[in-house]
C-alpha cells in the first residue's frame, strides 16, 4: 500500500539528540531478547517481535543517548511508571467519587505494589459505610481499568502514612496488614512478565490482583494511638512542654546575642 510518503524527507524534532530513521515491517518478525526487565529479574523466554531495519542514524555532535538499563531498583524503569500510574490511579478512584488522598507505587517494590491512601475523615465523607466495603469499592473501580491491574497487590491506608517514605510504609504495612483476612482477590488479565506469578497464570495471562484492607478502626472503635509525642500525652502536658521549649529557646537566643 503507497501512502505517498516514500519521497518525502522526514521531520524530526530540532531539539533531537539522536535520529534513527528505517522501516518497521508488519510481515517480518525476529525473535527479541533475552531481556532485563523492571522487576529485576532477566526472563529467559524470548518471543518474536516486528522487525525494524535502520536506514540512518544522525546525530548531534557529542549527542546525549538517554536510556533505562532496567534491573533492579531503582532506576528510570521505575520512577517514570511510578508517576504516571500513581497519578492515573488517583484520577480513576475520585472521578468515581471515592475519596482518595493520593496513590503511590514505591520503586523499592519495583512498581509491584500500589498503595493507596484514604483521608482520616472518610467515614464521614462516605456515612454507613465500613472499611470492607470502601476497600471493596476500591478493588471494583480499580479492576475495570487497566492501570488497577498493573500491581499484583494493592494496600490501602489512612492517610497519616507518607506511602513515598520508605520506613513509613513499612511500618504501617508490617503493623496494620492481617497475615490473612481483611484482603479481596480480583481475578482478571496481569501482565505477562511478573515472576510472582505462577508459569501457567503467565501464559494464560490471567490471574488476581490482591486488595488489602489496612485502614485503622474508627477513634473510639478500637483504634491504637501511635506511640508518638502526639499520640501519647495529654494536651495539657504537649502544651507545658512546648511552652518550655520556647522559653528556652529564648533564653538561649539572648544569650547568644548578647
Not at 539522536?18 to 522487576?39: K, M, N, Q, Y
Amino acid at each position: 500500500m503507497d501512502l505517498g510518503l516514500k519521497d518525502r524527507d522526514l521531520e524530526v524534532p530540532a531539539s533531537a539528540e539522536v535520529v534513527i530513521e528505517g522501516h518497521l515491517s508488519a510481515t517480518r518478525d525476529a525473535v527479541e531478547g533475552p531481556f532485563a526487565e523492571f522487576h529485576g529479574w532477566a526472563l529467559p523466554e524470548t518471543s518474536p517481535q516486528p522487525l525494524f531495519s535502520i536506514e540512518a542514524i544522525t546525530y548531534r555532535d557529542d549527542p546525549i543517548w538517554p536510556l533505562a538499563a532496567a534491573g533492579r531498583p531503582v532506576d528510570d524503569s521505575h520512577v517514570a511508571p511510578a508517576a504516571g500510574i500513581s497519578a492515573e490511579v488517583v484520577a480513576v478512584l475520585q472521578e468515581a467519587g471515592l475519596p482518595i488522598t493520593t496513590a503511590w507505587l514505591p520503586l523499592g517494590a519495583a512498581c509491584f505494589w500500589t498503595v493507596i491512601t484514604v483521608p482520616q475523615n472518610w467515614r464521614d465523607l462516605l456515612p454507613g459505610m465500613d472499611t470492607a466495603r470502601f476497600v471493596h469499592r476500591i478493588g471494583e473501580v480499580l479492576n475495570g481499568t487497566r492501570v488497577g491491574r498493573l500491581s499484583p497487590v494493592v494496600y490501602v491506608l489512612d492517610d497519616d502514612v507518607d506511602p513515598s517514605n520508605d520506613s513509613d510504609l513499612l511500618w504501617a504495612l508490617a503493623t496494620r496488614v492481617h497475615p490473612s483476612l481483611r484482603q479481596e482477590l480480583w481475578h482478571g488479565p496481569i501482565m505477562p512478565w511478573y515472576p510472582c506469578f505462577l508459569e501457567e497464570e503467565l501464559h494464560n495471562g490471567w490471574g488476581a490482583v490482591v486488595v488489602h484492607d489496612a485502614l485503622l478502626p474508627a477513634v473510639g472503635s478500637g483504634r491504637v494511638p501511635p506511640a508518638t509525642f502526639d499520640g501519647v500525652f495529654p494536651a495539657d502536658v504537649r502544651a507545658k512542654v512546648l511552652a518550655a521549649e520556647s522559653e528556652w529557646a529564648g533564653d538561649t537566643g539572648s544569650a547568644a546575642s548578647s
